[in-house]
């Protein structure tokens, strides 16, 4: 059998980590069980990451990457303040309808960093990516349609996630179409107004 080098093996691990853990959650995501997921030794994991954490952490970082890419990428570079706004917001809550999986897997692995001394540096990076792609996009808006920001950008990104995580929250756990949609428009109106 032809080796496989560790730079090769990583990506695919983390693959097969999240692909068990959006599935059956963080708990199921032993190094055992990822390893029998891609269906190579125990040790490989070992060999590739050292620790669980070090994996879940590479976990996180994908799952932040794959998020802002996607958001990044639907950024219009030709719209007014406004519309730039609705069509990032949009764009967020778009990966939530289609990837719930990811977003609660993201949400289980942050709560899980909160108690793992190893980990809660990898939350404060995914959080603080999370923000600065956020503030960054914002900002961008403003500077390409000549608004002037009534607050920094950063501070209206921090108003702009605390209320977009707590809809994600509801649609992961009371979903209703109706009441997202309307609960979006509304925390767009208050970010417009903030900015």
Do not use: N, W
Request: glycine content about 6%; aromatic content about 4%.
């Amino acid at each position: 059998m032809a080796h496989v080098s560790a730079a090769e093996r990583r990506p695919q691990l983390i693959k097969a980590a999240i692909g068990l853990m959006a599935r059956e959650g963080v708990a199921a995501g032993s190094t055992r069980a990822i390893a029998a997921e891609l269906g190579v030794a125990q040790a490989t994991v070992h060999y590739t990451f050292g620790t669980k954490e070090e994996l879940y952490r590479a976990v996180m970082e994908q799952l932040t990457h794959d998020l802002t890419h996607q958001v990044t990428r639907a950024a219009p570079t030709d719209a007014s303040f406004e519309d730039t706004i609705v069509t990032l917001a949009e764009a967020l809550r778009r990966t939530v309808l289609e990837q719930p999986a990811s977003h609660q897997l993201l949400t289980e692995l942050s709560m899980f960093a909160l108690r793992t001394p190893s980990l809660k540096e990898a939350l404060r990076s995914h959080c603080g990516e999370v923000l600065a792609v956020t503030t960054k996009l914002i900002a961008q808006a403003a500077e390409h349609t000549g608004h002037q920001l009534g607050q920094p950008a950063e501070t209206i990104a921090r108003f702009f996630l605390a209320g977009f995580d707590g809809l994600t929250m509801q649609r992961l756990s009371l979903p209703d179409e109706k009441a997202e949609s309307v609960c979006l428009r509304a925390l767009i109106s208050a970010v417009l107004a903030m900015a």
